[in-house]
């Protein structure tokens, strides 16, 4: 990966306040990528302190800093509980996700995750397994395709988009990034071409990779990792995501479902640490584009 920016990460500081690191804590970068976030933390933590790292593409695994303290588990964080109890961790101090996609993902063609490049449509973070984006769209019905686009972009008619995509693939698979670029182009505002088409392969990956299954999965498991007073904090990129994190920290399920004690107080094992998300200044969206739509939620276990 040499003269590539694997990715730059979004809120950097931000993020390690949040986490609030004790030097000899124990502490989960759920999304390791390409470490950015982890070299931080490693540099606040002392030489007791102990750093875990988890991605499921095995590209990462090629930035893992040689360091004892560190250790990098091949692995969605959805099984975050899993690990810790296989590297007997009974709890961490603070936990953090970045659920930004890496710049080497967008910027590596025959991942299939830009329509910028024509390649396969694969968009799996874990090439080992599973559908591809090709796969979702060769075999779901039309109302599931219609169901994914509706659920997961803010196209102001999903349904034709759905519709553009079952004719064309009538004609010929929609394989390829560039295919599918073509057929959603009868059902898109040529104003809004570029925004539209990002949503459409958005929805996409967000449907290969189960990205809101993963991060349910995560949230719920955050209270059984964390130690009473640790942290958790969550980098967030579109409303989807962020609605969910802010649910779960105001009440404790992403639904926000609100249960009331006796004396009408919400009951959530969740502090808020910022009663607003922390978003990026204007000179770090400057340097970093990217990290324009960044929201990040930090909360206390009580």
Do not use: C
């Amino acid at each position: 990966m040499e003269g590539e920016t694997y990715h730059i990460p979004a809120l950097l500081p931000e993020a390690i306040n949040g986490l609030n690191i004790r030097e000899a804590g124990v502490y989960v970068d759920a999304t390791f990528g390409g470490g950015g976030h982890s070299a931080a933390i490693l540099a606040a933590l002392g030489s007791e302190g102990r750093l875990f790292g988890f991605d499921r593409d095995t590209d990462a695994l090629a930035n893992a800093p040689a360091d004892s303290r560190f250790t990098f588990v091949h692995s969605n964080f959805r099984y975050i509980s899993n690990f810790m109890r296989y590297h007997g961790v009974e709890h961490v101090d603070g936990i953090l996700a970045d659920l930004g996609v890496s710049f080497h993902h967008f910027d590596t063609a025959d991942r299939g995750f830009s329509f910028r490049s024509d390649a396969p449509l694969d968009m799996r973070m874990n090439r080992n397994g599973g559908k591809t984006a090709a796969d979702i769209l060769a075999d779901y019905p039309e109302e599931e395709l219609s169901r994914l686009f509706r659920t997961y972009t803010d196209l102001k008619n999903p349904r034709a988009l759905t519709s553009a995509i079952v004719r064309a693939r009538a004609e010929a698979p929609v394989d390829t990034t560039f295919r599918l670029v073509e057929a959603a182009r009868k059902a898109i505002s040529p104003q809004r071409e570029k925004k539209d088409l990002a949503q459409v392969f958005q929805a996409l990956r967000i449907e290969v990779n189960d990205e809101m299954g993963a991060l349910k999965a995560l949230l719920g498991q955050a209270a059984e990792v964390l130690r009473p007073g640790g942290r958790l904090a969550v980098i967030t990129y579109h409303s989807i995501e962020d609605r969910m994190v802010k649910n779960f920290i105001r009440s404790g399920n992403v639904e926000g479902i609100v249960d009331k004690d006796f004396y009408g107080r919400v009951s959530t094992p969740w502090k808020q640490v910022n009663r607003s998300p922390l978003v990026p200044s204007e000179e770090e969206v400057e340097r970093n584009p990217r990290a324009r739509s960044a929201k990040l939620r930090v909360a206390e276990l009580l």
